[in-house]
């Protein structure tokens, strides 16, 4: 597989999940120490007890709030424009300040840390400070392991982008050695697209055929057989699912069908190949029928590639 391929594939998954930022806590100031009065005599040493941790008061929280969705939505947009570095700066900003307005509203603001936090990782790899996105990446998937299992609909979409970054990372990092780690993070991002397209399929499946696809590919590269071909089966799984409930998304089917018919004859499953370049086949010549003229070359091709391979 050429290897330009991959980063355009990446970032094109990248701004179609949306992906948003993220920081460290960016803290309120602390309150101003009082000056201590002049002892008119020594007096012996007394332990203090650590002062008591302050929320931020309702001035301050308008304040945060504020400055967090100004610079949210201010990243957001410098991300768009591929302004990396100052998207990254906004988004660690914006983080800081919702880590603080959290303590005040425990529900509303952590899944807006969280989307800063995908954000700043994102920024950071596309600027090229992979050490950095690597450690704000392993920090965000550690934040998001507890609330995505209580709350899988808010959390697990961040889940599934911080595994896509981080394999990414990985892979940026080291390509001749992150076969595993880079597998590992894929497939917990297809663990978690799948497991939101449960029940949002046509909203979730498209991302998880995104990834299934990059899947296959990394498979390809590292030459992992077996997974690939696992991945394959998946992806053409999730593409029926899709057909089926879009029926847009049929020929997409029929590419699907064909594109795994040849590699299970490139790895030698040839019964498997030939049934599903058939059923791709049938696929066109329905959409033929229903549509005249609008795929009769796509037809031509598919049969003409069953032709070639069947004995």
Partial sequence: MPSSIRPII???????????????????????????????????????????????DEGEALIDLESAETSRQRAKELYERQQYPTAAELAHLAAGHYEQLAKIDPDRFPPLQ??????????LRQAGELDSAYRTGLNLLEKLKAPAKRDPATYLPFLAQTNQELAETVYALNPESSARPVL???????????????????????????????????????????????????????????????????????????EYGENMFLMGRTEPGLAAMREGVDVYRELERAHPGAYGKALQEAEFILGSHQP
């Fill in 10 to 56: 990446r970032l094109s998954l990248v701004l179609m999940l949306g992906l948003m930022l993220g920081a460290p806590p960016a803290g309120l100031a602390a309150p101003a120490k009082k000056k201590a009065a002049p002892a008119a005599a020594p007096a012996p040493a007394a332990e203090t007890a650590p002062a008591p941790e302050t929320e931020p």
């Fill in 114 to 123: 969280m989307e800063c936090l995908a954000l700043e990782t994102a920024s």
């Fill in 184 to 258: 590992a993070y894929r497939q917990a991002a297809v663990a978690a697209y799948a497991a939101l397209s449960r029940t949002a399929p046509a909203e979730y499946l498209p991302p998880l055929l995104g990834e299934l696809s990059i899947l296959v590919l990394d498979c390809q590269e590292f030459n992992l057989d077996e997974e690939r071909f696992t991945a394959m089966g998946e992806l053409l799984a999730a593409s029926r699912r899709l057909a089926g409930i879009v029926p847009g998304e049929r020929p997409a089917l029929a590419r699907n069908l064909i």
